[in-house]
């Protein structure tokens, strides 16, 4: 009988914690849900470059534009600024044998619309994961990096959409 009482306060306590949270207004981030301000763009990256992809399928999902090959037929044009994957030693033992290393994404970025303007100033990112290191696990690792790698491009993308949606175009 007592452990049934508990498990009704511990059910009512959830209860009311989510009414809470739900109240003042708290909710997941999730992907962006936004609308383009320009009907074209133009992104001034490789064409099969895996943030390319990933970054026109977005904008497809998110609708209301449409990604150009050509930046004259462009509204808005992406220029890379500073693209750059690294790895880094962040902390080795006193034999030079590395614990930890840092995985750094840095992206930069500006948007100008096709008679030179700039819609949005350089805007940069950087991203970066820790992660662990092993020599007896050496190959695993390799393709840890790679999901982590994945991971941070992805949330880039995710951000540059949110800063893409914020144009105001003249």
């Not at 949270?21 to 490789?46: N, Y």
């Not at 962040?90 to 930890?100: K, L, N, S, Y």
């Amino acid at each position: 009988m007592q452990m049934l009482t508990t498990r009704r306060a511990l059910l009512a306590l959830a209860l009311v914690l989510l009414a809470v949270l739900s109240g003042c207004g708290f909710r997941l981030r999730g992907e962006a849900q936004t609308h383009m301000p320009f009907k074209t763009i133009f992104l001034g990256l490789p064409a099969t470059s895996t943030l390319a992809i990933e970054l026109k399928r977005n904008i497809r999902a998110v609708g209301g534009a449409e990604v150009v090959a050509d930046p004259k037929l462009a509204d808005a044009i992406l220029q890379v600024m500073q693209p750059e994957r690294q790895d880094i030693i962040a902390i080795a033992t006193v034999a030079g044998q590395p614990v930890e290393y840092r995985l750094y994404y840095k992206f930069a970025f500006r948007v100008k619309d096709n008679k030179d303007q700039e819609l949005l100033p350089t805007a940069s990112f950087s991203l970066y994961r820790d992660v662990d290191f092993s020599a007896a696990q050496a190959l695993a690792m390799q393709s840890e990096d790679q999901l982590l790698y994945k991971d941070m491009q992805a949330d880039l993308v995710q951000q540059i959409l949110r800063r893409l949606a914020a144009i105001k175009m003249p």
